[in-house]
């Protein structure tokens, strides 16, 4: 609620999406949604009859008119006016537009218009961005706009759902990587809000980056076969080509995005008339320099802020593209820090921005210190080109900040709010140390009939045998400490039975009642996982096929197809001299992954001939293992065992 008792609105204006929150008079929390959804596209279109639309309505009028379409206003910040069609439109009008349909969304929802409004902005963004994002917000009717960073409000959310995780004077890695702006910012939290100890933003890397990398993949594959027909793609004369050029960027996009969740996908190459296949690993290849540049970005971040990786508290992920699953395995690797997920990180900065208190901005017109946020100077602050272009002028080159208009008093209003927001911080962080407790589990069926020897997970690289390279690629580094892609462990948290053994036809491991965090979604029972992993070496024998594979299964109760588990993973076997058989030497690296599942289901290797008088050992790498019932999604973080030598 805001200080004047009205609803107060939190919108995150994204280069693709904007996403708003609102909090009621009551205290309540609720997403704004548009038609339905609760992100917002962030396109604009002048139609024939010089109308500018907004959201799904732009995207769709684009078809028609090509011309007068801009998909990424926030990437033009930096243009002062853009031409759509014949019409000449300023910047700020043209986000303006953009903010006038979320104050509608938001006044229909609440019947009154909003009384206070946060925007939050990419933490590069120097003094004069701010002021034309702040001026867009005045031309849609949203005065005095309070201006936070994106990763202040990340930061602030993640306190609000993990509260404890992030102690006083731990610090947050925010990793959000959107659709045009990409932000490494190391944010630790004070005791009475946070500082930002170290933060580099690229204005020019994100998703659309990788949409850019893919298509020029497809120009490089196919532009020969036809080379009239990629010339109508890449440089479309007429508004026939401007939409089937469109069409190719959406599709590339969906391909991209589905592969997050798939192994492969199409896409439609509309005036080729065929489909171009797409496999994850040319996609996560196509990526990695964009990908690269994010975490040397996130290096000199975390440099910059003088805390070492192994002291961070947790890395979140935050940013549609950050769902890359591939992202999630090289920050671990870099880090050493497992990072944390959540379920829709296109809404984390939105849900956190009414939470988290405004940083000092002198600098900007209307705002006001606020004792709450300290950012130091960020080296650069780099207002560069949002589009891909040299990097800008540093902060000094700007138009001096302030220029004689008169303070609005922001920072007498937001008191108020800022109090609210701790007290309510302070609170959250008090509930969220309530005891969990773990439920009863049953032992996971295959693993009863194997007494073995005790063993526990081996998290120890030196444990593999003797000659054992170091897995080849992709295999995520045992956790430093606590696996920190969730809170830390909670009192009252079991550590999973493991048990090593050999069956008939294997070596194996049962991981019994191993715990999972909860990371998003209504508090609820505790959940643990039975898990089972297994190299079955059996020969061929009478005719029979040889069963020679690994496997991987897990239980989760209730095993009733209600609930559903994503797992991303490296199964590996190993010859006992170090040799890796699977996945074979020339495979990319990179994890795999399992959506979807229920929660009992099993995964395997492909197979493998094993030869006789050898041994072998499978090894089980666990990124994430995340299982999601009734609107709750649960996390075991990192793990990682491997299997005695086997015959
Ligand atoms: N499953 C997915 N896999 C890969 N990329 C995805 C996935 N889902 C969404 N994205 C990408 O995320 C981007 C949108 O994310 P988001 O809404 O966080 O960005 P934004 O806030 O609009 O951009 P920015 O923060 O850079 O201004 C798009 O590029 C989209 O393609
Ligand atoms: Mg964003």
Not at 124 to 148: F, Q
Not at 149 to 162: D, G, I, N, S
Request: glycine letters at 12%.
């Amino acid at each position: 609620m805001s200080a004047a008792g009205g609803p107060a609105l939190g919108i995150d204006f994204g280069t693709s999406n904007t996403a708003a929150v609102l909090v009621r008079p009551d205290g309540r929390t609720i997403p704004v949604l548009f038609d339905g959804a609760p992100l917002l596209v962030s396109a604009v279109c002048v139609d024939g009859s010089g109308r500018l639309l907004v959201g799904a309505d732009a995207r769709n009028a684009a078809r028609m008119y090509p011309e007068g379409f801009e998909p990424n206003p926030k990437r033009r910040i930096d243009d002062g006016e853009v031409l759509l069609g014949e019409v000449a439109i300023a910047v700020p009008e043209l986000i303006g537009a953009v903010l006038a349909r979320v104050a509608d969304e938001a006044e229909r929802i609440v019947g009154n218009p909003v009384s206070t409004v946060t925007l939050t902005h990419p933490a590069a963004w120097g003094p004069r961005r701010r002021e034309v994002l702040t001026a867009a917000a005045e031309l849609a009717g949203l005065v005095e706009p309070r201006l936070v960073p994106e990763p202040v409000a990340a930061a602030a959310a993640f306190v609000a759902r993990y509260g404890t995780a992030l102690p006083v004077g731990g610090s947050l890695l925010v990793y959000d990587l959107g659709a045009g702006t990409f932000d490494a910012s190391v944010v630790r939290r004070t005791p009475d809000g946070f500082d930002v100890s170290g933060s580099e933003g690229l204005a020019d890397t994100g998703g659309l980056d990788v949409d850019a990398a893919v298509v020029a993949y497809l120009g490089a594959a196919y532009a020969d076969r036809d080379p009239a027909a990629w010339r109508r793609l890449q440089r479309p004369a007429s508004a026939e080509d401007r939409r089937y050029s469109r069409q190719l960027w959406d599709d590339v996009q969906a391909a991209k995005e589905m592969l997050s969740r798939n192994s492969s996908a199409l896409v439609p190459l509309p005036t080729f008339g065929v489909d171009a296949p797409l496999g994850r690993e040319q996609l996560e290849e196509l990526a990695r320099p964009v990908l690269d540049r994010t975490l040397a970005t996130t290096r000199t971040a975390l440099r910059a802020s003088g805390v070492p990786a192994r002291e961070l508290s947790g890395v979140l992920l935050v940013g549609g593209s950050s769902r890359i699953p591939v992202v999630a395995t090289l920050l671990h690797r870099e880090f050493g820090v497992a990072p944390t997920t959540v379920e829709q990180p296109e809404l984390i900065v939105a849900e956190g921005s009414l939470s988290a208190p405004a940083p000092p901005s002198p600098d900007v017109p209307g705002q006001r210190p606020a004792p709450a946020v300290r950012l130091r100077p960020v080296p650069p602050a780099g207002d560069g080109p949002p589009d891909g272009g040299a990097a800008g002028p540093p902060a000094g080159g700007e138009p001096p900040a302030g220029d004689g208009r008169s303070a609005r008093g922001g920072w007498r209003r937001h008191r108020w709010a800022l109090l609210a927001a701790v007290l309510a911080l302070a609170l959250l962080a008090g509930l969220l140390t309530v005891v969990i407790t773990w439920t009863p589990l049953r032992r996971t069926p295959g693993a009863a009939a194997h007494d073995g020897p005790t063993a526990t997970a081996s998290a120890d690289p030196a444990s593999r045998p003797a000659g054992s390279s170091a897995p080849a690629t992709g295999a995520p580094p045992a956790s430093r400490g606590q696996p920190a892609s969730q809170p830390p462990t909670q009192p009252g948290q079991t550590k999973p039975t493991v048990r090593k053994f050999a069956d008939a036809t294997g070596p194996c491991i049962s991981a019994e009642r191993t715990p999972m965090n909860r990371i998003g979604g209504p508090a609820g029972a505790a959940h643990n996982v039975d898990m089972l992993m297994c190299l079955s070496v059996a020969q061929a024998s009478g005719g029979q096929e040889a069963n020679q594979l690994g496997y991987f299964r897990w239980d989760v109760r209730p095993a009733d197809g209600t609930g559903r588990v994503s797992v991303a993973y490296r199964l590996e076997v190993y010859r006992c001299d170090g040799v890796r058989l699977l996945p074979p030497a020339g495979a990319p690296g990179g994890d795999q992954s399992a959506t979807g599942r229920f929660g009992s289901d099993e995964v395997t290797t492909s197979k493998v001939p094993f030869q006789d008088g050898t041994r072998y050992y499978a090894q089980l790498s666990i990124t994430s293992f995340r299982y999601a019932a009734a609107g709750t999604t649960w996390d075991t973080g990192v793990l990682r065992w491997r299997t005695d030598c086997f015959p």
